[in-house]
């Protein structure tokens, strides 16, 4: 369902209305693909998206939260597309910009899969995903794992995006509450937004609506492993973290051979306090966003009054949001005249 939101364009700085499916609908996604792939794409893709809509109205409807053990790997790999296909990733390839090892990379996959276009091989990326079976894209993970150097590998995927998709599927998820009073916000760069160190990614960002968020916590972290990896501790604690109650299919449980599909998870809402919410939007504020969607003029305020006093301290850019400080400020007290008028 659709609801209005403000709408923040960082470039313009201005404020207008509208609703979520308007400001992020992406144009020209297939831009230079076969008609015929991009349809069959859609369709598959559309398959993932029934089980991810059908959880994700489980999380802002209140209700109980299982997935069973095979709609638990749909939804992550749902996740692992979407944040891939989104603008960014997709004009990393199409514009070329890559650091100069990993280009070098990219190009050798090209020749040993008969690619002729650095932007074909996004696309082709995004087919094997969304094509194979999710226990065969892990098996492909695990033979990078005994690589050293990385650069043996020889696979139906680009070496970076099939890591990525692998650690990905070991993260531990959990879903977040925002406090009341306080919500989560929107931006075009949020999506799989993290928080980390030294390009370990303690905690990954999957916002679904203003007061719901999914988290994907790395499986170090949660072992209790980073620490030894010599890396500072996560600005959000321990606290917002629960493993799912689990209902196995097997009653006699010898280990990991006795997982099924049909094994449910039951996940938990985690109430995250406003400090922590602030925390969040703030990550998404430095990511140097176009677009920034709220609903909340007093919880937008907040995050960005936050955002100033922690910047120096916590964040790389430190961008400078006082236009929009002003605005939102200005929608506040034009409401608390008109609030004192009755």
Excluded at 68 to 93: N, P, S, V
Excluded at 203 to 222: A, G
Excluded at 224 to 238: E, N, P
Aim: net charge neutral; proline share 3%; glycine share 4%.
């Amino acid at each position: 369902m659709e609801y209005p939101i403000n709408v923040y364009q960082v470039m313009e700085e201005t404020v207008t209305q509208s609703d979520v499916g308007r400001v992020y609908g992406v144009q020209n996604m297939y831009q230079d693909i076969a008609e015929v792939d991009s349809m069959w794409f859609e369709k598959e893709l559309a398959k993932l998206e029934c089980t991810s809509a059908t959880f994700i109205h489980k999380i802002r409807s209140g209700g109980e939260l299982p997935l069973t053990r095979t709609q638990l790997a749909d939804f992550k790999r749902f996740l692992a597309i979407m944040m891939y296909r989104g603008e960014h990733r997709r004009e990393q390839y199409y514009e070329c910009r890559f650091d100069v090892r990993t280009l070098l990379s990219v190009r050798k996959h090209m020749f040993q899969n008969n690619i002729e276009r650095v932007q074909d091989v996004w696309f082709e990326n995004l087919k094997w995903i969304i094509k194979t079976p999710h226990d065969e894209i892990i098996k492909e993970g695990t033979k990078i794992i005994p690589l050293i150097p990385m650069n043996k590998y020889n696979g139906p995927i680009h070496i970076a995006e099939l890591l990525d998709y692998y650690h990905m599927m070991c993260n531990y998820m959990c879903v977040w509450q925002a406090e009341e009073g306080s919500e989560f916000i929107l931006t075009d760069k949020c999506f799989g937004a993290f928080e980390g160190e030294n390009g370990i990614h303690f905690h990954n960002f999957y916002v679904v609506s203003p007061k719901y968020m999914v988290v994907l916590v790395n499986r170090l972290y949660m072992w209790d492993l980073v620490k030894t990896m010599g890396l500072r501790k996560s600005w959000f604690g321990d606290e917002l973290h629960a493993n799912p109650d689990v209902i196995y299919t097997k009653k006699a449980m010898r280990g990991a051979e006795d997982f099924t599909p049909t094994d449910v998870f039951k996940y938990k809402r985690i109430v995250v306090s406003k400090e922590k919410v602030y925390l969040c939007n703030s990550i998404f504020l430095d990511a140097n966003p176009n677009y920034i969607t709220y609903k909340s003029d007093i919880s937008m305020y907040k995050s960005l009054r936050y955002y100033d006093k922690t910047k120096e301290d916590l964040f790389t850019f430190k961008y400078d949001y006082h236009v929009l400080k002003r605005k939102v400020l200005a929608n506040l007290k034009a409401e608390m005249n008109r609030t004192h008028c009755f």
